[in-house]
Each structure stands twice: as structure tokens, then as C-alpha cells.
């Protein structure tokens, strides 16, 4: 902790997001600019913005092939499950690409479907962070700064490539409380 935040607690780290540049890619153009908006307010450096599964991957292509790092598109939202999901399919793309500064590439799903399926296929298609919508500009930024914060080492296998799936448990340090020696419990009876 810094001395600046020592003793005050609750207080946050602050974050310039000037030079992180973010791709944003819904089907629908008001969510776009929704999106867009909102990027631009948290002060993120350059929000690029496509309704295109095709325009994205000519943004993706031209910025993140380029040997200049300052161009490379650092962060992608995406529409998980829209009528033609097109999110699976972009993302699939980007995690089968053999440029590391493509198939590294974080991605935020954001989608109004909340079931457990609709999530784990997001997981499992490589995506690092699943959103529902609607998106509030405090839940697109919790998830945007786990993705900064708390990067996941990827995972190759045969069968996949992508974000590690599980989440990884912190170690706590405080005395234990829950466990208990078999004399410390008690036996509750019952009246009959």
C-alpha cells in the first residue's frame, strides 16, 4: 500500500486509462455507443467502436499485427450472445490466431443472457470476463479493472486455449474460526 493510502481505508488506487485503447464491438448501435461513452468517461485513451463481426477483425488485424505496441487494441468488449452470435465467433477467431499480440488479446463478454450455459460458453470459448447487461458504468469497471488487476495466466491443451477457467483463491491470513475439535462440538436434542 502506498503512503499515501496508508490509514485510509475504503480509499481506492486511481487509475489513468489514457493509454489503454479498447475495441467495442455490438450488434446494436445504440449499445455501441453506450459502450463507447461510457469507455471514454473512465478516460480510456483511444475507444475504437464496430457493429461488424468482419470490421473487427480488420481493426483487430491492422492494430494488433502492427510491430507499433502504442497502436495494439489492449482490451475487447463484446456482445456475447446476440442474434447471430457473433461474439463466439470473433473471439474463437482471435484465440486460434498465431500473433501473440492477437491471441493474447483480454475480451469482456457482455451479454443479457444470464444462464450458467450462456456463461460457461463464454469461459469456454476463451473469454476473460463474462458481464450481464444491462452494464452499469460500476460493473463494466469492476470487470475492466480485474482484467488489469488480476490477469490469468492462459491455458494451452488440444482441446482449448484461452484465460485460465478457474478462479484462483486468495490465501487468508487471519485465524481460522471454522475449524473445531470434536470436544468443541455440541448435540442439540430435541424435545420428543
Not at 482471435?94 to 475480451?107: C, G, H, N, T
Not at 460493473?139 to 490477469?151: F, G, S, V, W
Amino acid at each position: 500500500m502506498s503512503q499515501q493510502n496508508e490509514g485510509k481505508v475504503g480509499r481506492k488506487q486511481a487509475y489513468s486509462l489514457r493509454g489503454i485503447r479498447i475495441l467495442s464491438v455490438e450488434e446494436f448501435p445504440f449499445m455501441a455507443g453506450l459502450m463507447a461513452s461510457m469507455l471514454r468517461e473512465f478516460g480510456v485513451g483511444k475507444v475504437l467502436s464496430t457493429c461488424s463481426v468482419e470490421e473487427a477483425k480488420k481493426l483487430i488485424s491492422l492494430h494488433n499485427e502492427d510491430s507499433d505496441k502504442e497502436n495494439h487494441i489492449d482490451i475487447l468488449t463484446l456482445d456475447l450472445m446476440g442474434p447471430l452470435k457473433n461474439g463466439l465467433d470473433i473471439l474463437e477467431w482471435i484465440r486460434r490466431q498465431e500473433k501473440d499480440e492477437v491471441r493474447f488479446l483480454p475480451a469482456l463478454f457482455c451479454t443479457a443472457y444470464a444462464s450458467q450455459d450462456i456463461v460457461c460458453t463464454g469461459r469456454d470459448y476463451g473469454a476473460n470476463e463474462v458481464m450481464v447487461k444491462p452494464v452499469s458504468a460500476e460493473k463494466l469497471a469492476q470487470r475492466l479493472l480485474h482484467i488489469i488487476d488480476r490477469p490469468r495466466p492462459f491455458i494451452k491443451s488440444p482441446a482449448f486455449f484461452g484465460p485460465d477457467r478457474r478462479r484462483q483463491d486468495s490465501q487468508y491470513n487471519g485465524q481460522e474460526r471454522r475449524i473445531r475439535g470434536a470436544n468443541d462440538l455440541k448435540v442439540v436434542h430435541e424435545k420428543e
